[in-house]
DNA sequence: TGTACATCAGTGAACGCGCGTTCACTGATGTAC
DNA sequence: TGTACATCAGTGAACGCGCGTTCACTGATGTAC
């Protein structure tokens, strides 16, 4: 049927990529789309949702990529490492990418305004739509690290997020110094590629306690007050 | 002298934090700092250069603490380590914090922006300004992993960047997450005290040359096409 | 088969609003002669 | 000491612009009787 629908999506897509939400309006968008500017209030019904249907078919489609990317390592192997859970992460966002230019990024982008969100609308809706694919991929890493406690796990994953959010979706900005630094090309797989033995070797170090923490904190600044922030 | 100025920037400040930058407009700001609306224009020119003085208000404060940090680190140890060149970063950090509330949140909110600028104007500018410490934080850092090439250098203190700017900037969203899932409040201090030992353990990973690079997008993918990409 | 009505995709023009910025102006303080 | 002028901080009101959204409307297709 109407194509309508997919042309606003799919301008909304490139364009946000480029310009970041705010600052892409909806006039840029029907004219890049040519379509008429009230489309878009009649299929999608506000700017937000057209923000958040974009965002949600990224997450479906990166989602639906990880399932099988788990299913294929659950099923080859019975040791689970925390480099190779890593390693599910890679195709999903690299076949993002192949599939129009820039996906990874602007689905980094997305992602990253989810989280910033004050209200944390969008961040909610994912976690509620997509909450078994998302709390698989949790699992699995939990289970090749079983010595870390749920908080550490938390923090450490929201650890990673920031980097790749911050590498993937600014990756223009990082690909430009490191073009004009090094004179040479810098692909989001290559990136990836890299981040992932990184974040491996983080994810699997030794788990630090409260203590530890506490103890560096004085360590660093012996006269502080600030170590009795410390909860046990 | 006059007050308006500093009015002005500390209204501006506790704002951006709240809200970001283009969601928070001229109009609040000055109702905020109670001056009139054409006091900005007056003094800093426009929006864009106001935003660049609250910028580099940060960034002044912060490289000073930096400099304070990392003259004591060369004085007592001859021996660098990874671990203890990003401790420079903790009090600094936990500074700004103490001199207005979510100070360093709003300064990695800054950052953040700086990079993720598509003409980049902002990085520049701070680049340029504060080249000198900024070039002997990564001096220190070199000198504590000196396996590690350049382009690794330049991607790992990347994906550390990502991570700080991303948590801590980010971190009243994490903050929530945490205290409804874990029944526990978490200050920013917590956050860098968990972040140091981390992002010490990646950085401090066996170097991956491009060959592993390739080896592992092979390992993961043994169809692809994509290991070409990789350059020599 | 024909008529009446409903549904749906799409349109063109306008609406009201909040935005950053500008401008003519005031009043206080400093400076030259 | 007095006068004329310059500089500076600050102000109130308005400007023009681009924004997301709304609304009355068209025309095509589907459905009921």
Redesign the pocket.
């Known amino acids: ?5 997919d042309k606003i999506l799919n301008a909304a897509e490139r364009l946000f990529a480029d310009h970041g939400f ?8 029907t004219a890049s789309a040519e ?9 999608f ?4 949702t ?1 923000i958040q249907a974009v965002f949600d078919r990224f997450m479906g489609r990166f989602t639906n990529e990880l399932s099988v990317e788990m299913d294929r390592l659950t099923a080859i192997s019975d040791v689970l490492t925390v480099r190779s859970v890593l390693e599910t992460l890679v195709r999903p966002l690299t076949l993002l990418e192949q599939l129009r230019p820039h996906g990874a990024g602007v689905f980094m982008n997305l992602l990253g305004r989810a989280y910033a969100e004050t209200q944390g609308h969008m961040r909610r809706f994912a976690l509620e739509h997509y909450s078994d694919v998302l709390h698989r991929f949790t699992d699995l890493l939990h289970k090749a690290s079983p010595h870390l406690h749920q908080q550490e796990m938390f923090w450490r994953l929201h650890f990673m997020l920031g980097s790749f959010i911050f590498t993937l979706a600014g990756h223009r900005a990082l690909k430009e110094i490191s073009e004009s630094d090094f004179k040479q090309t810098v692909s989001i797989e290559q990136i990836i590629n890299r981040l992932v033995p990184f974040m491996s070797a983080a994810f699997s170090h030794d788990a630090v306690n409260q203590d530890n923490i506490a103890d560096c904190n004085l360590q660093n600044k012996p006269t502080t007050q600030s170590a009795g922030d410390v909860r046990s």
């Open positions: 049927m109407s194509t309508t629908k705010s600052e892409t309006s909806l006039r840029m968008i379509v008429n500017l009230a489309s878009v209030n009649y299929h019904g506000s700017k937000k057209l």
